[in-house]
Every structure is written in structure tokens, then in C-alpha cells.
């Protein structure tokens, strides 16, 4: 069974911050691997991770893919009251299925 | 353009009635997917609609949940005699065929009494 992990399941940082969100995953035929930032209910497309090493960036956030350790980190710098959110990390097999983490809850606090 | 929409945005209900939910995907989307995010849980993959063909009903929890896709576009999952154990976030995405990337729409929220 397809399994993907995030970790810490939630976290507090202060304004300016820098923060790591960690998603480790055990799945068969992996094509990609996606980020989401799920504020209220819809989560919103971050990032989409193909290859190994290639860092995807966009602003303060940036992520990066292990293909070989089976893990993707996103950073998150000088975190602003906004960045508060659960974050979602899914990883995609075969045609379309998406298996997605628990989440992380990010709160950033002035 | 327009993302995904859903409709309604909450949903109360009484333990036993059905209920229907609406998904509008992106124009242009061949797939669109059904998923339950309970409390505290990651989000739970439903069903999976792509063009004409049948739809992957896999992650349907009981047969009290059922859905379909009119015309390739408008999609309505609808749960049956529901229960308390059904309340929970329901969402849609969309995505063009055979791409990865999913889009979401707002969700709807269902609270069953």
C-alpha cells in the first residue's frame, strides 16, 4: 500500500523564521510528487517534483526531491503570518492516483 | 479563467437524509476526482472520472455513496441515508488528462446531525 508521511505533524515559528516541512513516502511506480497549501478548505498547486535534485522555487518557498532516499523537503524563509497553513505533500503513481499526507500545520505568529 | 467550483459550501443535514453535492471542473478538464478529508485526516481519494470512460469508484466507502459525471463536465456525488460518521470536508479536482497536477475547488462542507 501506497504511503506517504509528513512530519512534524505541526509547528509554531515566529515571524521571519525560516521553516523545513519534511514528507517521506513509500509508494510503487512514482511519477511525481506535489505540495499543496491548504488554507480553510481548497488546497492550492505549490510545487510539482519530478527529478532528484532539481530545486523547484517560487518567492520564499522552494523545494527539493530525493529520489534515491524517497523524500522531499519545502522551505519556507522569512515566514509571514500568511505562510499560516496546512501544508500537503502528495505523491502520484501510476496514471492519476495522488496519495496524500496528513499535512502539516504551519502556524506563524507576529 | 475559472477554477474549480463546488457547491454548496456548507451542508447541514439530518442523520438519515441525502445529500447532493456538485462539482464544476475547469473547462478543459478531462478528469475530475472526488475526495473526504475528515478532521485531522489526510485527504481520502473517493472516485475518478476521465472523459467517457468508466469511472475508478475504488475509494467509494459504502454503497450508501455514488456519483456521476453528466456530459464530461458537472459532477454530483451524492450520499445516501447519511451518517454522522459522513461529516467531513468533500472536495473536487480537476486535471487535464493524464497530467498530475490537480486542481481543487473550495470544497464542501458537510456536517450531518
Known amino acids: 500500500e501506497d504511503k506517504v508521511v509528513q512530519s512534524p505533524l505541526s509547528l509554531v515559528v515566529h515571524e521571519g523564521d525560516t521553516v523545513t516541512l519534511n514528507c517521506s513516502y513509500e509508494?510503487?511506480?512514482?511519477?511525481?510528487l506535489l505540495w499543496y497549501k491548504q488554507e480553510k478548505k481548497a488546497p492550492t498547486f505549490l510545487f510539482m517534483l519530478?527529478?532528484?535534485?532539481i530545486e523547484k522555487k517560487s518567492g520564499r518557498l522552494s523545494s527539493i526531491l530525493d529520489k534515491k532516499e524517497l523524500f522531499s523537503i519545502l522551505n519556507i524563509t522569512a515566514t509571514q503570518t500568511g505562510d499560516s497553513a496546512v501544508y500537503l505533500c502528495a505523491v502520484g503513481a501510476g496514471s492519476y492516483q495522488l496519495t496524500f499526507g496528513k499535512g502539516t500545520k504551519l502556524s506563524v505568529i507576529p | 479563467g475559472a477554477g474549480v467550483s463546488q457547491s454548496p459550501s456548507n451542508k447541514v443535514t439530518e442523520k438519515g437524509k441525502d445529500v447532493e453535492l456538485r462539482c464544476d471542473p475547469i473547462s478543459g478538464h478531462t478528469a475530475l476526482y472526488w475526495y473526504r478529508q475528515s478532521l485531522g485526516q489526510g485527504l481520502e481519494f473517493l472516485i475518478y472520472f476521465q472523459g467517457n470512460s468508466a469511472p475508478d469508484k475504488s475509494g467509494l466507502p459504502s454503497d450508501r455513496f455514488s456519483a456521476e459525471r453528466t456530459g464530461g463536465s458537472v459532477s454530483t456525488l451524492t450520499i445516501q441515508r447519511t451518517q454522522q460518521e459522513d461529516s467531513a470536508v468533500y472536495l473536487c479536482?480537476?486535471?487535464?488528462?493524464?497530467?498530475?497536477?490537480?486542481?481543487f475547488g473550495p470544497g464542501t462542507r458537510l456536517l450531518v446531525l
Open positions: 519530478t527529478s532528484s535534485g
Open positions: 479536482a480537476s486535471s487535464l488528462q493524464g497530467a498530475q497536477t490537480q486542481y
Open positions: 509508494v510503487t511506480n512514482f511519477r511525481s
